[in-house]
């Protein structure tokens, strides 16, 4: 899960020391995890990438909120400095 922190919140420091001593994954379980969702990605494509954006990110998108339109891709190229 998410942990969100704002440093200008009270008691920020001592929340922040908490998720610092949060237990965490071990490496092993964390990389087996990945590969099996790159396998799934790579099997299922777009659609999995759906089911776990819905599912970590809980966002419920379709396949037409993954791509951009041409005009989208340009003001996002315009918006960019030379």
Do not use: C, H, Q
Request: glycine share 4%.
């Amino acid at each position: 899960m998410v942990t969100r922190l704002d440093s200008s919140a009270p008691g920020f420091e001592a929340r922040f020391s908490e998720v610092l001593a949060m237990k965490r994954e071990i490496s092993e379980d964390v990389d087996a995890t990945v590969r099996a969702i790159i396998a799934d990605v790579r099997s299922r494509g777009d659609a999995a990438v759906l089911d776990y954006t819905n599912r970590f990110d809980r966002l419920d998108l379709t396949a037409s909120g993954l791509a951009f339109s041409s005009a989208e891709i340009d003001a996002a190229l315009a918006s960019v400095p030379a």
